[in-house]
């Protein structure tokens, strides 16, 4: 038997009533939520029952998909299931840095905080969007990108038929034409921003700041392969630093990255979080391996019982 990685769940994949039953099931979980609490009064009851319009919002939508992903790793850490590697795709990158050591509990939940915060500012200064573009491959969206208008970027290569645009509103309704004339599909999606794009610039410019403030990593206990690079975090903690900054504008190499786990001898992915959109892109990526998707108690305990 190979290892195990745990992915952390990104934005676009909230929905309301978001892992409040693992409070109930399990005491690491439950400080998860508590700690929440305590820096931002009222996440837990967001994750419970806050709607999807206001689960949508980036200064929301972070902090409560950060809270999820990371309650449901530890509540699986409690139960014996412990990755040999972890990564997170885009906002759930700190989550797989917190878990694995980078920042305790509270530190990574007020560093998405900010982050949140910084995003939002950053989008509502450059307004623009997302488009997953499905049927085509990545170089075919390179070049239809690049002809929608210089403010239009892939940004998220999520499998080998599905890349993500970023970019201007009238850059993105001219891509959704050439998509469609060239028998792909252009899909909004769910959130408030053209991220990991270059209008998010000045949110990486804030995040350094904020990290050079007394906030760099400390050393991972567990590797954690970084978006930008679909390598293992650096182990000097400035490079580290740049890398978590830089993340926000950058990128998301989803693809290498899964590639990257598999040559290290992953053959068990668990997607933790929200969602079942990581699970179906390890199964639209690689082959010969085992898939698992985990945001519910239940859950929790089956997956840990099976692999027990």
């Known amino acids: 038997m190979g290892g195990v990685a745990f992915l952390f769940a990104g934005q676009g994949a909230q929905h309301p009533a978001m892992g409040v039953d693992l409070i109930e099931t399990s005491p690491a979980a439950a400080e998860v939520f508590a700690i929440a609490d305590e820096v931002r009064p009222?996440?837990?009851?967001?994750?419970?029952?806050?709607?999807?319009?206001e689960l949508s919002q980036t200064e929301n939508?972070?902090?409560c998909v950060f809270v999820h992903n990371l309650a449901v790793a530890v509540a699986l850490r409690e139960r014996g299931v412990v990755p040999a590697a972890c990564a997170g795709f885009s906002l759930g990158e700190v989550a797989a840095l917190?878990?694995?050591g980078a920042f305790d509990t509270r530190a990574g939940f007020e560093l998405v905080c900010e982050r949140a915060a910084l995003m939002a500012t950053a989008a509502e200064r450059h307004p623009g969007g997302m488009r997953a573009v499905?049927?085509?491959?990545?170089?075919?969206v390179e070049n239809l990108a690049a002809q929608a208008g210089e403010d239009c970027w892939p940004v998220n290569y999520n499998s080998p038929q599905q890349t993500v645009v970023a970019g201007a509103p009238d850059a993105l309704q001219t891509l959704d034409v050439l998509v469609k004339e060239a028998g792909g599909r252009a899909m909004k999606v769910a959130v408030s921003g053209a991220f990991h794009s270059p209008y998010m610039a000045e949110a990486t410019c804030g995040l350094a700041a904020y990290i050079e403030a007394g906030h760099a990593p400390s050393p991972l206990l567990i590797p954690v392969l970084a978006n930008m690079t679909a390598a293992p975090y650096p182990a000097d903690p400035q490079t580290a630093s740049?890398?978590?900054a830089n993340q926000v504008s950058h990128a998301v190499r989803w693809v290498?990255?899964?590639?990257a786990l598999q040559d290290q001898g992953i053959d068990t992915f668990i997607e933790v979080g929200p969602g079942k959109t990581l699970s179906?892109?390890?199964k639209r990526t690689l082959s010969d391996v085992r898939v698992y998707s985990c945001e519910t108690?239940?859950?929790v305990a089956a997956i840990a019982d099976e692999l027990a």
């Not at 009222?42 to 319009?53: F, L």
């Not at 499905?134 to 075919?140: F, N, S």
């Not at 290498?256 to 590639?259: A, F, R, S, V």
């Open 98 to 100: 917190t878990f694995a």
């Open 297 to 299: 108690a239940e859950q």
């Open 280 to 282: 179906g892109l390890v």
């Open 134 to 140: 499905i049927k085509l491959d990545a170089a075919q």
């Open 256 to 259: 290498d990255t899964l590639h």
């Open 242 to 244: 740049d890398v978590l």
């Open 61 to 63: 939508t972070q902090p």
């Open 42 to 53: 009222g996440t837990s009851e967001q994750c419970r029952s806050a709607s999807k319009e």
